[in-house]
């Protein structure tokens, strides 16, 4: 339930602060090069555990309001990915136009820090992109990234992403450089998905 959750949740963040993980499940992640976690939708009541994810993971600050129209929007599709049952991730998308066709276009993504470079982000993306290919029809998929993320950048490029387009002074507040790449990939036929459980 979204208690344990919390719970769960609460227990990574303490455990990142501190710097100390528990021997047995170090032990675990370190022999492994891909955890496999399971997925579960974003729903009313578990939003915030996105935004707690969120807020660990990445630079800008999303409203309540941002996080309520995941969770009722249609349009919109949110996974987050569970190992052991503790959330330790999400993403975010949206199907909207783009190029005269129906495409993904990924708003958010994270992964808590202790639970890195064990590819769950890369099933985050996958399973997105198979759920928007079935049920809404996405063609491909696009993001904007920060010209001076070099990691992300490699990321995506390594999912099949290519550049498309740099897009001058696109951010505005603080964030800087405030380039951005676009980003895209096209997307299988949805026919050759299997459906989300």
């Known amino acids: 339930g979204i208690n344990a959750e919390y719970m769960g949740l609460e227990r990574i963040q303490m455990e990142e602060k501190k710097g100390t993980v528990n021997a047995e499940e170090s032990k675990v992640v370190k022999k492994l090069v891909e955890l496999k976690v399971t997925f579960g939708h974003l729903t009313e009541k578990n939003r915030e ?29 949110c996974i987050l990915a569970y190992y052991k049952e503790i959330p330790i991730g ?28 064990y590819k769950i982000a890369t099933q985050l993306l996958e399973q997105s992109i198979k759920e928007c290919a079935i049920q809404g029809g996405a063609k491909s998929t696009h993001l904007h990234v920060q010209t001076s993320n070099e990691s992300a950048v490699r990321f995506y490029e390594k999912a099949n992403f290519k550049i498309l387009e740099k897009l001058e002074n696109y951010y505005t507040g603080d964030i800087t450089p405030p380039h951005a790449y676009v980003m895209v990939r096209e997307v299988q036929p949805s026919h050759s998905y299997i459906n989300f459980p």
């Open 49 to 77: 555990i996105l935004k707690v994810i969120n807020k660990l993971c990445l630079p800008v600050t999303y409203s309540p309001e941002f996080y309520l129209s995941l969770a009722l929007n249609p349009e919109k599709y």
């Open 90 to 117: 999400g993403i975010s998308c949206k199907i909207e136009e783009y190029k005269g066709q129906k495409s993904m276009y990924i708003m958010t993504i994270g992964v808590l820090p202790k639970y890195r470079r």
